[in-house]
């Protein structure tokens, strides 16, 4: 399963002929596999139709077949590792179905000022898709774990075991690994084998992925080649492979300012993004569950608007992780003056809401922002910072500048140019 099916370069192309619409991201450090979604109005639906949602990934796509593929499990944790075969997994082991906004931790990158990181994305990277799989408690109770005993909360908490999950496009350079907590994983995470009702396509991680629904998408490792239950997070030494295998949980995808070093932990407390940020508890917070955010599907400001019966309806989506969105505000003057919108559509946890807002605009240019607030009580901010204000926290409005580019959820860069024609009433 480590033979590569091609260079990054076809393998984009070829993803492009099957995403019709869709487009390349441009990445500066020209190492990623990046695809975005296919436009504004993919935000006007709940459902994002597999040709026209996002892709990123680093390493080449690996080879693999259904039926001859195997995940590694950890077992009762006293014996040696067990192997699986996906194919007892999907026809042994419960079935079911779970809606996920998935979303890269870079959405937003660049929107940065000055620029950081590698891939720029602008808002495409999200897109929401029904994942149909196995749950992670089943296959972790097949294998051998006492899912009971290890649960020991209804979410994560201070204390909580950690399941490292591993993918097949790990090199001997460099293992891609991921750990989440225990209790999350055993809470609703899927081993997820199709995609919208069909079988999972090869760049979306065929035969099987984790889904971590609510958290940001490089938690959802693609191509699953093994599953681990540990005490603490990885960390370098803590698997037993070849080259480093901590970089994409210790070093990569941490919000710190340019030039700092995240120091590796074994274990972070608080566990939510924006608690995190918050918090001086953790000074280099993990992306792990998405930061509220929302965008605007329609009108999407490509041409002029004609009112019918002098109103305009605005339509988009809301998320907030695996937090519920309490509310969306549209603004239709840059963010001076909000207007509730209405919440409607299939209501997931960890998926996003649709929101709507009647709207009777005058003619002229008129701009749009949404602003998403969730369970909590927690806004998006409007902007995002400039380096040199060393921001730790969303202060004043501002999201942290960080060199990653990573968590952003500001409205303002977002927001939509739109000109209202004359109806000729």
């Known amino acids: 399963m480590s033979e590569t099916r091609t260079g990054r370069r076809e393998e984009i192309d070829t993803i492009l002929d099957r995403k019709p619409g869709t487009s390349e991201t441009r990445d500066e450090a020209d190492r990623y596999t990046v695809v975005g979604a296919a436009s504004r109005e993919t935000f006007a639906d709940w459902l994002t139709p597999i040709e026209e949602?996002?892709?990123?990934?680093?390493?080449?796509?690996?080879?693999?077949?259904?039926?001859?593929?195997?995940?590694?499990l950890p077992g009762s944790g006293d014996g040696d590792p067990i192997e699986l075969p996906l194919s007892e997994i999907i026809e042994d082991l419960p079935t079911v179905a779970v809606g996920h906004t998935m979303e890269c931790a870079g959405n937003g990158r660049g929107q940065h000022d000055p620029e950081t990181g590698s891939v720029q994305w602008g808002c495409e990277a999200v897109g929401t898709a029904v994942w149909t799989g196995t749950p992670v408690r089943s296959v972790l109770r097949a294998g051998g774990l006492d899912t009971d005993e290890a649960a020991g909360s209804d979410g994560p908490h201070e204390g909580d075991r950690w399941l490292t999950a591993i993918g097949a496009d790990s090199t001997e350079e460099e293992t891609f690994a991921r750990s989440i907590p225990l209790s999350k994983a055993l809470a609703?995470?899927?081993?997820?084998?199709?995609?919208?009702?069909?079988?999972?396509?090869?760049?979306?991680?065929?035969?099987?992925?984790?889904?971590?629904?609510?958290?940001?998408g490089?938690?959802?490792?693609?191509?699953?080649?093994?599953?681990?239950?540990?005490?603490?997070?990885?960390?370098?030494?803590?698997?037993?492979?070849?080259?480093?295998?901590?970089?994409?949980?210790?070093?990569?995808?941490?919000?710190?300012?340019?030039?700092?070093?995240?120091?590796?932990?074994?274990?972070?407390?608080?566990?939510?993004?924006?608690?995190q940020l918050e918090s001086s508890a953790?000074?280099?917070?993990?992306?792990?569950?998405?930061?509220?955010?929302?965008?605007?599907?329609?009108?999407?400001?490509?041409?002029?608007?004609?009112?019918?019966?002098?109103?305009?309806?605005?339509?988009?989506?809301?998320?907030?992780?695996?937090?519920?969105?309490?509310?969306?505000?549209?603004?239709t003057d840059g963010g001076e003056t909000w207007h509730d919108g209405g919440l409607f559509g299939p209501e997931y946890a960890g998926a996003w809401r649709l929101f709507e807002y009647d709207w009777e605009?005058?003619?002229?240019?008129?701009?749009?922002?949404?602003?998403?607030?969730?369970?909590?009580?927690?806004?998006?901010?409007?902007?995002?910072?400039?380096?040199?204000?060393?921001?730790?926290?969303?202060?004043?409005?501002?999201?942290?500048?960080?060199?990653?580019?990573?968590?952003?959820?500001?409205?303002?860069?977002?927001?939509?140019?739109?000109?209202?024609?004359?109806?000729?009433?």
């Open 282 to 331: 953790v000074e280099h917070p993990y992306t792990f569950d998405e930061t509220v955010m929302s965008l605007i599907g329609r009108p999407t400001g490509e041409e002029p608007v004609t009112p019918r019966e002098g109103g305009v309806t605005v339509c988009g989506v809301a998320w907030a992780g695996d937090d519920r969105v309490a509310g969306v505000e549209v603004s």
């Open 53 to 72: 949602h996002f892709v990123c990934h680093r390493n080449p796509i690996p080879e693999g077949d259904a039926d001859a593929w195997t995940i590694d």
């Open 188 to 216: 609703d995470c899927v081993l997820a084998h199709g995609m919208n009702g069909e079988a999972l396509p090869a760049e979306h991680g065929y035969p099987v992925r984790l889904v971590v629904p609510g958290w940001y």
């Open 218 to 275: 490089v938690n959802s490792v693609k191509w699953l080649a093994e599953l681990r239950v540990l005490g603490e997070m990885v960390t370098e030494g803590s698997l037993d492979r070849p080259g480093t295998h901590a970089r994409w949980q210790q070093d990569d995808y941490r919000i710190h300012p340019e030039g700092a070093t995240p120091e590796h932990r074994g274990t972070v407390e608080p566990i939510d993004t924006r608690d």
């Open 361 to 425: 605009p005058e003619p002229g240019t008129h701009t749009l922002a949404s602003r998403a607030t969730d369970e909590h009580g927690r806004s998006q901010p409007a902007t995002i910072g400039a380096p040199e204000e060393g921001l730790d926290a969303i202060e004043s409005g501002k999201f942290p500048w960080n060199e990653g580019g990573y968590a952003a959820n500001a409205f303002l860069p977002n927001a939509i140019e739109i000109e209202i024609a004359d109806d000729g009433g």
